[in-house]
């Protein structure tokens, strides 16, 4: 039934060019109907366990393991308020947005300068490189977390800000170079040449002619490394203890022996998933482009 | 100007890996008092290759992947096409069909694990008001890698589905009339035309999936941390228990480098076979 990519609504087939229009007419709607059927289907499938997590996050503890479940209750600040007060998440807030603040500077920064590089300039085994760099993407986390671990505290830098800021900036860089390699080169290097000729240097080029252009490249990049980032818990639980916990450890510290307190779990749940919601909606045209590291346009 | 990105990629990404491979040649055990106990060429390895446990995990993990990624395909491509109708109110739909993808990880384990709760959980509640008796879900031995399969799916179909569309959006239109005009069928034209076409698009989301897929960990630790009796034992988890549980630190890495090893050559093998590099090179080239 859907399973035309191009809608054949304005192109009607052999078949229903032959029929009379009413019973065309009639086909169609139905066909309207199904798709919408479908949509609805598919939309609750997807965002229930969202909503749930939306509403568990406002019940009180009596409401939330009702049985029955209650759709109707008293919503209560209560969660949130017991975050803050006994699971220290505002520091971890703090830390949060430190960690992944910093780490996207850097990654955006170091990865764009590497990219027009690998994009501009003439370098031996280019292509190389950038498989090496995208090869770090498929690292799995647990893999390199143990020596990080034992590393880390070798040289004392376990439980700061330092050694997760530099774990989401490698994390973050495969990103930033793939995805701005090509936006780079979709820049004609005649507008380049161009300012060049009237005087600019090289690194005047970059920042007053190239970088400006390449700014939507960017937005979707600063998200989609946000979001890695700041959604990450291997690597910020096991290199952290206290001082520099993040968010995620917090979410996750909500399980505890006894058993889950499920409003705490569903309230860090919903303040974790807001800022990536609204980045992420807001950058949506881009997204698609950051995600396949610039291969497929979105 | 590469300096910067060389330096992150050496300092954290080679070195430590590098500092696995040595410590995976030793005999690592820092909770035993004779720390450390040294060099031990291949034993680790050796210990590995007849290691049931994590036979099973291997095999565990390639069932979640393939099953994961197979049906977040096939689901994803679906919703693609369905998505593709240009009717009104879609737009929105489509957007908010992209909140799981979005959402912590953690956070999605947690939540799932809650509405999985066999005697108050949500799903075997509204499966009771259609009359279909309470699962034991996360608890039961048969059900829970199905279990966290599902769960794996609902957060990553949307990715799939985010890339599918952007495939499916830029086909030409062209090819699709004149099969309309042949008098194809719609399944001919879809195997005839539209998959064909689809292919580069297809290979690429299956790549990204299924490496995600394989290093899931986050949910899983939530969900089931590996049970019941190591049902849900990915290697992610199982190499989490050999290096924080049994402190076992050694023997970890090699299995590290073994899962490298092996997932590096499935990649590479897939990119060989499926060509996609190439087609990209391509692409830039122009």
């Known amino acids: ?298 | 100007m590469l300096a910067p990105t060389f330096i992150v990629l050496t300092a954290v990404g080679i070195y430590p890996l590098g500092y696995s491979l040595w410590i995976s040649f030793n005999d690592y055990h820092p909770s035993n008092p004779s720390f450390p106990q040294g060099f031990i060429w291949f034993e680790n390895y050796l210990t590995a290759f007849l290691d049931g446990q994590a036979r099973h995990a291997l095999g565990l993990t390639a069932i979640f992947t393939v099953s994961s990624v197979g049906a977040s395909l096939v689901i994803g491509f679906a919703l693609a096409l369905l998505f593709n109708q240009r009717l009104p109110g879609l737009a929105i739909a489509r957007t908010l069909i992209l909140i799981p993808m979005l959402v912590t990880p953690i956070a999605v384990g947690i939540t799932w694990r809650i509405m999985f709760n066999p005697d108050l959980g949500v799903i075997n509640y509204l499966l009771g008001l259609i009359g279909i008796p309470s699962q034991g879900w996360l608890a039961s031995m048969n059900q829970s890698l199905l279990s966290v399969i599902v769960v794996d799916v609902w957060q990553w179909t949307p990715f799939m589905f985010l890339i599918l569309f952007a495939g499916v959006r830029s086909l030409p239109r062209s090819p699709f009339e004149s099969a309309a005009i042949d008098g194809a069928s719609r399944a001919k034209i879809f195997f005839l035309v539209t998959l064909p076409m689809m292919r580069p698009v297809i290979l690429l989301a299956v790549l990204l999936r299924a490496v995600d897929s394989v290093r899931t960990f986050d949910q899983i630790f939530m969900m089931t941390r590996g049970g019941p009796n190591q049902t849900t034992d990915l290697v992610s988890l199982y190499l989490q228990r050999v290096n924080f549980k049994f402190f076992d630190i050694g023997y970890g890495a090699a299995l590290s480098w073994l899962f490298l090893i092996l997932l590096m050559a499935a990649v590479i093998a897939f990119i060989r076979y499926s060509g996609f590099l190439r087609s990209a090179a391509e692409k830039e080239a122009r």
């Open chain 1, 1 to 298: 039934m859907t399973t035309l990519p191009r809608p054949s609504l304005s192109l009607p087939g052999r078949r229903s060019a032959e029929s009379p229009p009413w019973g065309y007419r009639a086909r169609r709607s139905l066909k309207v109907m199904a798709v919408y059927g479908m949509v609805a289907v598919a939309l609750v499938f997807f965002l229930f366990p969202y909503f749930w997590m939306v509403v568990s996050a406002f019940k009180s503890p009596g409401d939330v393991t009702a049985y029955p479940p209650v759709w109707l209750f008293e919503p209560t600040l209560d969660n949130f308020r017991e975050l803050i007060e006994s699971m220290g998440a505002l520091s971890a807030l703090r830390n949060s947005l430190i960690v992944v603040g910093l780490s996207t500077c850097l990654a955006l920064i170091f990865g764009t300068m590497a990219a027009y590089a690998l994009a501009r300039f003439n370098i031996k085994g280019k292509e190389t490189i950038a498989l090496e760099i995208l090869m770090v993407r498929m690292l799995p986390p647990i893999v390199s977390v143990i020596p990080l671990f034992l590393l880390a505290r070798k040289f004392g830098l376990f439980d700061t800000y330092w050694i997760l800021i530099a774990v989401y900036t490698l994390m973050g860089l495969p990103f930033v170079v793939w995805v701005m390699r090509v936006f780079v080169q979709e820049i004609p290097r005649s507008i380049e040449e161009a300012a060049l000729v009237d005087g600019c240097t090289r690194l005047q080029v970059l920042f007053r002619i190239s970088l400006p252009l390449m700014l939507p490249g960017l937005a979707a990049t600063v998200v989609i490394i946000f979001m890695f980032a700041w959604n990450e818990y291997l690597f910020a639980t096991m290199l952290t203890s206290s001082a520099a916990k993040t968010l995620p450890v917090v979410a996750a510290n909500t399980v505890k022996p006894r058993g889950i307190s499920w409003g705490l779990a569903s309230a860090v749940g919903l303040l974790m998933s807001i800022p990536v919601v609204v980045l992420a909606l807001l950058a949506q045209r881009y997204l698609v482009r950051g995600l396949t590291f610039g291969v497929v346009k979105g």
